[in-house]
């Protein structure tokens, strides 16, 4: 029978050859993980360049600048490069998690939600590295940040925290149980990485999302333009040919163009998908539940 010396210097082992296996696997992990080339892609699949690039020819891509028209003023997308003043070169990886999933700075300040990190928190964790991955290799880019210009009072952040309050849920993204690994695909893509909800969703006054329509379409899309209905109640009679035409030329079956802003994301996001995430993002749209167009931006 083993003394209790020989059996605590067993267990001692064991938990020894657990810890290690346990580090072993996290540093498998963060090195499969950090992949900037994978980041590239999802850089694109999430549309960062429109937001985070000026408008007009010879912008730096991601320097910051570009303005969003919104009902509450207008916000100017932040530098984004590893600049250390300027951009985010001071920040590590947590502070880039951070921020997508909790919608908070280095400082612990709110962002406002016209960053969508209500979408970008569902995004994975090897995803998040990736792209984090990814910024790391751009070149920094010393172009100051643009004050947003807001009106009274919502320029004032601590009121955020009452805006997630009610319109904020932060966690990963969850695939449905009992949907194919295709629909899940194409509904992380629309839901956490394309944000697509963010314009195509009706908000009320508060600037929350309506969520019982969403995808519905919004009038209160970027610019102050209308954003379309996405769901079946508008799309159903196109094919699954029609569809794909718009994401990867921006053509609808009669022969129309999308306007400037859905123009830009077919141009920056949805034309460089993949054939199987074009195919996901499809199927997703076609499993939506309809919904009719209606007052968009009432609860």
């Known amino acids: 029978m083993a003394s209790i010396a020989e059996r605590s210097g067993a267990m001692m082992s064991r938990v020894l050859v657990v810890l290690l296996l346990a580090s072993l696997c996290a540093t498998w992990r963060v090195a499969v993980a950090a992949d900037p080339k994978r980041g590239e892609y999802l850089v694109r699949a999430g549309g960062c360049l429109g937001c985070h690039t000026a408008e007009g020819k010879g912008a730096t ?26 951009g985010i070169g001071r920040w590590t990886e947590a502070d880039f998690i951070n921020a997508m999933r909790q919608g908070r700075r280095p400082d612990g300040a709110n962002y406002f939600p016209a960053f969508p990190y209500p979408s970008f928190t569902k995004i994975a964790d090897s995803d998040l590295s990736d792209l984090w991955a990814y910024l790391r290799t751009l070149p920094p880019n010393s172009r100051a940040n643009q004050p947003h210009n807001l009106r009274f009072p919502y320029g004032w952040r601590f009121l955020v925290t009452f805006w997630k309050w009610l319109f904020f849920t932060p ?7 009992g949907t194919s690994p295709t629909v899940n695909r194409g509904a992380y893509l629309a839901q956490a990485l394309g944000h697509c909800g963010e314009c195509h969703t009706p908000r ?11 995808l519905a379409g919004g009038d209160t899309g970027p610019d102050g333009r209308s954003a379309p209905n996405l769901t079946p109640a508008s799309l159903g009679t196109w094919s699954d040919a029609n569809l794909r035409e718009l994401l990867v030329n921006g053509m609808t ?7 400037e802003s859905m123009a830009e994301v077919v141009r920056n ?26 007052p968009k931006a009432k609860k």
């Open 61 to 86: 891509p991601f320097a910051g600048g570009r303005p969003l028209k919104t009902p509450f003023g207008t916000f100017y997308g932040p530098n984004i490069t590893p600049h250390p003043q300027a």
């Open 171 to 177: 966690g990963a993204f969850a695939p449905a149980p």
């Open 204 to 214: 009320n006054f508060l600037g929350g999302p309506v969520s019982r329509r969403f």
């Open 253 to 259: 079956p009669d022969d129309d163009t999308v306007s």
């Open 269 to 294: 996001t949805t034309s460089q998908l993949t054939p199987g995430d074009l195919a996901a993002l499809i199927a997703y749209l076609r499993a939506l539940q309809p919904i009719a167009d209606g």
